[in-house]
């Protein structure tokens, strides 16, 4: 019974990290581009997570737990700096953030 | 391969049908009947003896209903949110254990659905999908009081669920693995897990409410509070389905606390003995070992389930606040005591 | 011949749902299919051994930072993003370009390296809890533990940026006015703020 080369959930998590940057890099909503940066995250834990399958060291799957906490984290923060920018500018078209722009 | 597949599928068909099947028109009119003598009344007692026929009658009239849905709701969402709230609900009854471990022909067969290596993490992690269908169901339905209602039931949710989690953690320390059947293994042992961990099983029992949404914590779907909450704009069918995903979320949770704390299919090696006395007769002895935990655990969940509606129609409700502080601020340290308690006396060995 | 189908199944579930995240205009749908993509993710880290980390995917991820995420778009109303404009076009052409680029040097890297090898089987001791807690809380204790006041800083931050001010942190202005420049009371504003009075010994 021939298994998946691991290869291919590399090429996954890569496939997936692309489409997290594009939509990172193009869109203007606030919210959706947090979504492509968890993306990026997770695509990031399916690489760790496939190179421990493939060296047999469980040293990735620690690595996955510290990275699922950090992101819990900054998903925390990063909900509450939108709240706050809402707050005061009643949007969050991070377009139109450019009170430091020169 | 071919044989555990087999295998896999009868227990999967005979757990869920047997205990969903059986369970959930058992509920509708345990509910009402219990309702009306708590309430010194008598109850729904027109269709069949005793009223048995009345959750019949319940189907055929949510067949009938006529199908409302608001023009103004988000449809995508608004037709998911039911389907999302039955499957979190059945997916996590596969990780509970009805039997020990039998011998059919020469193979170990676990009578458990699914004997994962992370059962009791994977039971939480799908039971904590079930807030998807709140909030869904809530912004769908374009009413600002099914919007309070479901972000207040998530936000219960996810507030009871830490303490449930921990209750559960506290329960594993002593027994080194996450599978459900090596917890019984461990209570076979031992003392069933209430006894020596009482505060954990205080935490959890009261979270089991939380988690249902069922009073005294109901708030986010009471009627004299906020319509109807969540699910005002669902009649018939759809109303029905959280109906019943509410009760079979009642029913897992029941069956999973008389597994973790009651000691699940043993009952002080009751089935053992039993299945020993009935082997032989006509079937083989594995097939009665399932039979009777199977049983031991369904008398076990449903006595749960008459303690869930015995609580529902003898205590008041809370208010929201109140709920958000017991969860946070009673339940929570609780269980981290109880899970430093149990840490300790596991390394003593005591436990 | 199983376990290709469920991986060609879940791998094309997360890119489809992946690519309704980035691309979708309602920020709801968005993170919905965020959800799909994280449970798809998780079905592959159970393929690839590791059923710990899956469920706590779908513990701490889909049961709780996406609730996070859709408790405030839906609290926020946020709306449905414009249709942007030409100049947005540009820079969707340059970011997928950039992003088809990287996927290729990706692709033809780990061809070159990996190639089509396949590990061997599982073995009961990767997927064991023992090896995974002996790591975690051997050799990387001061990372989780460093992990665990990170995530206090972060609940701390959070409650502040998104609390109101409580109210001993306003600033409160005296009845009588703040006292002027020289130590004397201050102007008055009893009538209108432009016909102020100045305080005696200011010109």
């Known amino acids: 019974m021939e298994m998946v080369p691991v290869s291919w959930y590399l090429l996954l998590a890569a496939l997936l990290f692309a489409i997290g940057t594009a939509g990172a890099l193009t869109r203007r909503n606030g919210i959706t581009i947090f979504l492509s940066i968890e993306l990026m995250l997770n695509s990031v834990n399916l690489t760790l997570v496939a ?5 047999n060291d469980q040293t990735g799957q620690v690595l996955v737990f510290f990275v699922l906490a950090v992101a819990a984290a900054e998903a925390a923060v990063g909900l509450a700096l939108f709240i706050a920018i809402y707050r005061h500018r009643r949007t969050i078209d991070l377009n139109r953030m450019n009170l430091l722009r020169w | 391969m071919a044989f555990d597949l087999i295998a896999t599928s009868i227990k999967l068909a005979l757990f869920l049908g047997i205990f969903l099947g059986a369970i959930a028109p058992i509920m509708v009119w345990t509910e009402r009947r219990f309702a009306a003598y708590i309430q010194d009344r008598p109850g729904p007692n027109r269709l069949g003896p005793l009223g048995l026929f009345q959750p019949l009658a319940d189907v055929v009239k949510f067949f009938f209903k006529e199908d409302v849905t608001p023009a103004a709701a988000d449809k995508l969402l608004y037709l998911m949110a039911p389907v999302l709230a039955v499957l979190p609900a059945l997916t996590t009854f596969v990780f509970i254990p009805f039997g020990p471990t039998v011998e059919v022909g020469d193979r170990l067969v676990p009578l458990v659905v699914s004997n994962a290596s992370a059962g009791v993490l994977l039971f939480l992690a799908l039971a904590s999908l079930g807030v998807y269908s709140l909030v869904l169901a809530g912004y769908a339905s374009n009413n600002k009081y099914s919007l309070m209602g479901g972000i207040r039931a998530s936000a219960q949710l996810i507030s009871y669920e830490l303490a449930m989690t921990l209750a559960v953690v ?10 459900l059947t090596e917890v019984v293994a461990y209570q076979q042992g031992f003392l069933w897990n209430v006894v020596p961990q009482f505060l954990g099983f205080f ?12 009073l005294p914590f109901d708030l986010p779907e009471a009627e004299s509070e906020l319509i109807a909450g969540f699910h005002t704009e669902y009649s018939a069918m759809r109303f029905a389905a959280f109906f019943m995903s509410e009760y079979i979320a009642m029913t897992t949770l029941s069956a999973l606390c008389a597994t973790l704390y009651f000691g699940g299919w043993d009952l002080f090696g009751f089935t053992e003995w039993a ?15 399932g039979a009777f935990g199977m049983a031991v655990l369904i008398t076990k969940t449903m006595f749960f389930m008459l303690v869930f509606v015995w609580v529902r129609w003898t205590f008041p409700r809370f208010r929201y606040d109140q709920l958000m502080a017991l969860g946070w601020k009673v339940l929570l340290p609780l269980s981290l005591i109880n899970v430093v308690f149990v840490a300790a006396m596991t390394l003593a060995g005591i436990y | 011949m199983i376990e290709t189908a469920i991986f060609l199944l879940f791998a094309l579930l997360a890119v489809a749902s992946a690519l309704v995240v980035v691309l979708h205009r309602n920020p709801v749908y968005s993170t919905l299919s965020l959800v799909v993509t994280l449970i798809s993710l998780a079905v592959l880290f159970v393929l690839l051994g590791a059923p710990f980390i899956a469920a706590l995917q779908i513990l701490i991820y889909t049961g709780a930072i996406v609730v996070l995420f859709l408790f405030v778009v839906m609290l926020l109303n946020i709306g449905r993003e414009e249709i942007s404009q030409q100049r947005g076009l540009v820079q969707k052409a340059l970011a997928g370009i950039g992003a088809l680029i990287f996927l290729g040097i990706v692709a033809s890297s780990l061809w070159g390296l990996y190639g089509t090898t396949q590990v061997g089987p599982l073995t009961e001791d990767f997927v064991s809890l023992q090896a ?6 051997g050799e990387y204790l001061l990372t989780f533990e460093l992990v665990g006041l990170l995530l206090l ?7 502040v940026l998104a609390g109101r001010l409580s109210k001993a ?10 006292p002027g420049p020289a130590g004397g009371p201050g102007p008055t504003y009893t009538e209108h703020p432009d016909q102020v009075t100045p305080p ?4």
């Open chain 2, 170 to 179: 506290a329960v594993l320390l002593p027994v080194g693995a996450f599978r």
């Open chain 3, 169 to 178: 942190s306003q600033v409160s202005v005296p009845e009588e006015g703040l």
């Open chain 1, 51 to 55: 190179y421990s399958r493939m060296l």
């Open chain 3, 200 to 203: 005696e010994g200011v010109r």
């Open chain 2, 275 to 289: 299945a020993a006395g009935m082997a032989g007769l006509f079937l083989p002895l594995w097939f009665w070992l």
């Open chain 3, 132 to 137: 995974l807690a002996t790591l975690l809380f």
């Open chain 2, 203 to 214: 935490v959890f029992f009261i979270a089991m409410f939380a988690e249902t949404n069922r």
């Open chain 3, 153 to 159: 800083v972060a609940v701390i931050a959070a409650t």
